[in-house]
Every structure is written in structure tokens, then in C-alpha cells.
């Protein structure tokens, strides 16, 4: 997902990069300044986190749900909630407005595209358990 971002974002395929937004924002929050190494630095391992945490929240959730993780209409019901999370929540905490708004009008397609990739790559990895 933050791979893809990023080299959309360089090739001028999307407006933004997800590594650039989650930076911004962690260097935002410390009182750093935002240059390109401290927003690369604090934002690829916060994006890598995060992605990570909710993979594992995915796994948790299912199991103590006593649900099929392996089910594609579970997995796509979860990446949906949590691109509709980003839009809603995420993105504008992150102060790039409702709907990710201030990265282009149609950030939100391009967060879509995002969590299709991150949808697959899950169950990608779901099905190599």
C-alpha cells in the first residue's frame, strides 16, 4: 500500500503519498520540522506500523469472533470500513481534511485504489497461512 502510494505519488498518478501524510503528521505533532528526511524518517515506520497493527487486529477480530478469516466477504467488509475510516477520521486528524480534501478533490479514489492493494496483500497473506 505505501509502496504503491509512493510510487504513484512520484509518477504523478496521485496527488499524494500516504508516507508524506503519515510524516507530516508525526512531525507535525513533535514540533519538528517537516523536511523531506524527517517526513520520510517518522513516516514509512509509522505507515509500516500501522498497516502491520491492523492486519493483526484483522486476525484478532476474526478469531475472537469466531469468524473465517480466509472469507473474502469478511476480509473486503473490513478493508471498506477501514477506507471509510480513513476518509472519515484518519485523514482529517492527519490535517488533510474530510475526505483527504487538501491532497487533491479526489483523494479519496486514490485511498480507494490504496485499500484495494492493501485488501489484496492481506489476502495474499492469508492464504500463505
Not at 17 to 31: A, P
Not at 72 to 87: F, G, K, P, R
Not at 104 to 112: H, I, S
Amino acid at each position: 500500500m505505501g509502496a504503491v502510494s509512493e510510487a504513484f505519488y512520484r509518477f504523478g498518478i496521485f496527488k499524494s503519498s500516504i508516507f508524506i501524510i503519515d510524516g507530516s503528521f508525526v512531525t507535525r505533532f513533535m514540533k519538528r520540522r517537516a523536511d523531506k528526511i524527517n517526513t520520510y524518517l517518522f513516516g514509512i515506520p509509522i505507515h509500516l506500523m500501522t498497516s502491520t497493527a491492523f492486519g493483526f487486529i484483522y486476525m484478532g477480530g476474526t478469531h475472537i469472533l469466531k469468524l473465517d478469516s480466509h472469507s473474502t466477504w469478511i476480509l473486503w467488509t473490513y478493508v471498506t470500513v477501514l477506507w471509510i475510516s480513513m476518509l472519515f477520521a484518519a485523514l482529517p486528524v492527519a490535517g488533510q481534511g474530510f475526505l483527504g480534501r487538501k491532497g487533491g478533490r479526489f483523494a479519496w479514489v486514490e485511498q480507494l485504489v490504496l485499500h484495494i492493494v492493501y485488501g489484496i496483500g492481506l489476502w495474499f497473506s492469508l492464504n500463505q497461512i
